[in-house]
């Protein structure tokens, strides 16, 4: 039976299929790491961490207009879901184009499970799939890098003048939103210079590419400079001069952690080929290994394309030492997309006379596998952790209170969003140990929280002083430096505790105060108060009425839960001894029965094992 393959709008239903599959397992809520300062970043138009992401934010604000019936934080993973699904559009789309010029089987539905297939796989891949559940930058960085793989083929095919300006916008757009846009940069030199070769001509292309490149790029990215003249209560870098917004949109304060050594290269590269088996699955990995033979057979240019796509991002990638690495390689995991794209296409080819039933069953088992080899891993649905954690600590502080703590990654950013959006204990100020070694941070404390600044002038004043050289990469004093910068902490706190109540998170106290890193004023000591420690008056008890709201965790913890999960139960038990010490048996056994209830299978501390209740 024989199909008219571009009469079959095929691509549209499938999309809606995966829509469908990203919505039912969206973030109802914030996730762990940057999600609450990214949603903040969006919802009051400021400014994000390095390198700004101005059109991720412009967007996102502009989505927020629409009528839609959620919370804002829902509706901003809405749309991350919404940019996964056209990415997968354009695989398709490019899939097509590549289909329709190289196929060599019969255009039937065997032609049609060759192309949707991938696509799925892709849409199913781990890291992909993640990109789609929450507010991330990487979910819109799918959507451009696939809408400029689709522009460069496009152009090479037709070789037209319009299409290389058009792929170069493109390119300009993706750049405004993550730099790893660079990773094609080499890619698309070779679609460029197969078609045209070294001449006059080329290089008057070329030039206007670069200008409508460096033009789009431009007014797009001005808006950080024009935006954080205004002092947005998020504004990351303070971007206003030339100095700030450069060091912004090159990510200096993260270029320590980019090619530090061969070790980091190393454990970042194992890391990538462990994970593999668990992004894709074994059979659609062996389909790639098959299609990257294929493809050079078919056509050595897109071999050479995609292959360079695929090495470039993983040799760049691994040698930046952060943990949580896997967006970086978003593109390699395209790249072998296309080669089980090219995979099938030589499969079908060369088992021409296989009945249809046969590529069917064969895709629905590659498809099935996949889909349960993620689905679990990626589901968020009932991810509701981090806004109960955040909530549950700023409820159980004074409406004036000060909140020292670096923990990032599951309470400092989601609390960005839960005050400056929810309005939720805005008054709580909340004091990011790390950033306070960066000068931007105390433009933005003074804007949002100016009183927990004062009676700091000289401190903070030193602090800028010494910091300067170091951030401007000249030579600086660096015993000097980290000495001001613990005494500026030590000021802060001892400045603060007279007009307010100041609690440090767990981490601020096992890591620094106990440590030595940091200092209590004298005839001060701390408490353990709810998931925080209270500084008060040696001799006072911290009477404490806290209200334990039940956290919900997922029904498939990960590493980020599991540390708010041994927060809690660490808290509940220092509550408990420090009852004890206190002669308060009664109190301390029922933070005893809370421990057991929130965790009946962990073991209980040494000092409350014998506790008869």
């Given at each position: ?605 040494p000092q409350l094992i014998n506790r008869n209740f």
């Amino acid at each position: 039976m024989k199909f008219d393959f571009n009469k079959i709008k095929y691509e549209y239903v499938i999309v809606l299929f995966i829509f469908i599959i990203y919505i039912l397992t969206l973030a109802p809520s914030v996730v762990q790491i940057d999600s609450g300062e990214l949603a903040t970043v969006q919802a009051t138009l400021g400014i994000a961490h390095p390198t700004g992401y101005p059109l991720f934010t412009l967007l996102g604000h502009l989505f927020l207009f629409l009528p839609l019936p959620f919370s804002t934080i829902k509706n901003l993973n809405l749309l991350n879901a919404i940019y996964c699904a056209l990415a997968i559009l354009l695989f398709l789309k490019t899939a097509k184009l590549l289909t329709e010029k190289y196929w060599t089987g019969n255009k039937n539905f065997a032609f049609l499970a060759g192309i949707v297939t991938p696509a799925i796989l892709l849409a199913t891949n781990k890291t992909f799939w993640e990109q789609s559940t929450s507010v991330e930058v990487y979910s819109l960085h799918l959507f451009l890098i696939s809408l400029t793989v689709y522009f460069l083929i496009k152009s090479y095919f037709s070789n037209s003048y319009k299409d290389w300006i058009a792929a170069s916008v493109i390119l300009a757009f993706s750049f405004t939103n993550h730099m790893s846009t660079l990773f094609l940069l080499p890619g698309f030199a070779i679609l460029f210079f197969a078609n045209n070769k070294f001449s006059k001509n080329t290089l008057k292309t070329l030039a206007k590419m670069l200008i409508v490149f460096i033009s789009v790029w431009l007014i797009i990215y001005l808006y950080l400079p024009v935006r954080a003249s205004d002092n947005p209560v998020m504004n990351w870098g303070n971007p206003v001069n030339f100095k700030n917004f450069f060091r912004h949109i090159t990510g200096k304060q993260y270029q320590v952690w980019f090619f530090s050594s061969a070790e980091v290269a190393k454990t970042q590269f194992s890391r990538y080929l462990s994970s593999l088996p668990s992004e894709f699955n074994i059979l659609a990995l062996l389909t790639a290994v098959c299609g990257m033979i294929a493809s050079y057979k078919i056509s050595r240019v897109l071999f050479f394309f995609f292959i360079t796509n695929f090495l470039f991002t993983i040799l760049y990638s691994i040698n930046y030492s952060i943990h949580d690495i896997d967006t970086y390689f978003l593109l390699s995991y395209i790249s072998i997309a296309f080669f089980i794209l090219f995979g099938f296409n030589e499969l079908i080819n060369k088992f021409s006379k296989a009945p249809l039933a046969f590529w069917i069953s064969f895709s629905l088992v590659i498809i099935i596998i996949q889909f349960n080899l993620n689905y679990q891993k990626v589901n968020k649905s009932d991810l509701y952790t981090f806004e109960d954690y955040t909530k549950n600590i700023l409820d159980n502080v004074e409406n004036n209170a000060l909140i020292i703590s670096y923990q990032w990654d599951y309470f400092v950013s989601p609390s960005y969003y839960f005050r400056f959006v929810e309005n939720h204990k805005k008054g709580v100020a909340v004091v990011d140990k790390e950033l306070l070694r960066r000068s931007w941070y105390y433009n933005q404390l003074k804007n949002n929280y100016p009183e927990i600044l004062s009676g700091l002038t000289f401190e903070v004043n030193r602090f800028l002083k010494l910091v300067k050289p170091f951030e401007e990469d000249k030579k600086f004093n660096a015993a000097e430096l980290d000495q001001s910068y613990r005494q500026l902490i030590d000021q802060l706190i001892a400045e603060n505790i007279k007009k307010r109540p100041v609690y440090l998170s767990p981490e601020m106290v096992e890591n620094e105060l106990r440590n030595g890193v940091i200092k209590l004023p004298p005839g001060y000591t701390i408490a353990p108060h709810h998931y925080l420690y209270k500084i008060l008056k040696a001799n006072k008890y911290d009477s404490l009425h806290a209200n334990y709201t039940n956290i919900r965790f997922p029904k498939h913890p990960d590493s980020y839960t599991t540390f708010v999960h041994n927060i809690i139960y660490s808290m509940l038990a220092n509550r408990a001894i420090y009852e004890m010490r206190n002669g308060n048996n009664t109190a301390a056994d029922s933070y005893i029965k809370k421990m057991k209830m929130f965790d009946p299978q962990k073991r209980l501390p040494p000092q409350l094992i014998n506790r008869n209740f």
